[in-house]
């Protein structure tokens, strides 16, 4: 048995989870095995930290949480959350729907999504295993100046914008503050946006150094650009065989699709479960 490392953090969509949401058996059980083998295990994910809690309770298991890719992190009876200027989101918004573009804005308590629920759809419709519709509080607005005075009270965690066609992601990208926020393009048809020390890399790194746990004893996995950040503060990084080619140049390895429990299949090859 491999007991080289003390840390597995592991992107949820994507890697742990397959095209349903759900996950799999086998890397259910090889979570399990790499946890009684002395890991602590990190739900390490661009979702709201409330999903990420909802699959752990969902398989009964403790684990350590990176949320909203860094903007948010659990452990133990710790939580941090990370914000981000109300004024520069309202910008924002109002250049989304100059543009065209969907967005949502995720605060502390409530997820506020423009126009419709095609994210929400997508990433956290209720399955076999959370029932995400009890767990999130959300709503549909049509134009910012709805909820800007409600926001004015609440704390914004993350920013989401959305392709609609025509490359209009494009057209927003470079009128973002880079300097000030963490922005970020996972895939092609989505940003996010959050504070700049709210990365993956980040979240993982502090909870490790609650533990004493070296950098080196880390193993990451995952398959986005969002992933890059705790690949690069992690002794092995692990991209997943559906990882686009620019995300596996960052990782020391690669394993098998999300479809195939290549978690659960990369853990057993370095003989850690």
Known sequence: MNKKYKMLAVDMDGTLLDRNKIIPDENI????????????????????????????????????????????????????????DNDEVFKYAYLCQELDLDYNIITEHHNYYYRNLNFYNAYYSDNKMVKNSVILSKSIFHHIDEIKDILENEKIIKMDIY??????????????????????????????????????????NK??????????????????????????????????GNAISSVKEFANMTTDTNENAGVAKALKLLKVI
């Open 29 to 84: 059980e090889a979570l399990f095995k790499a946890q009684m083998n002395g890991l602590k295990v990190v739900f390490s994910t661009g979702r709201v930290i409330e999903s990420a809690y909802s699959y752990a309770a969902a398989i009964d298991m403790h684990a350590e949480f990176v949320g909203s890719n860094g903007a948010a992190i659990a452990y133990e009876n710790y939580e941090e959350k990370l914000y981000i």
């Open 207 to 240: 909870i490790a150094n609650h533990y004493n746990i070296k950098m080196e004893e880390i193993i990451t996995i995952g398959d986005g650009g969002n992933d890059i950040s705790m690949f690069e503060k992690s002794g092995l990084s692990i991209a997943m």
């Open 163 to 204: 392709e609609t066609g025509e490359n209009r992601l494009s057209k927003i990208w470079n009128k973002l503050d880079h300097i000030k926020f963490c922005v970020l393009r996972p895939e092609y048809d989505y940003i996010e946006i959050m504070d700049i020390s709210a990365t993956k890399g980040i979240g993982v």
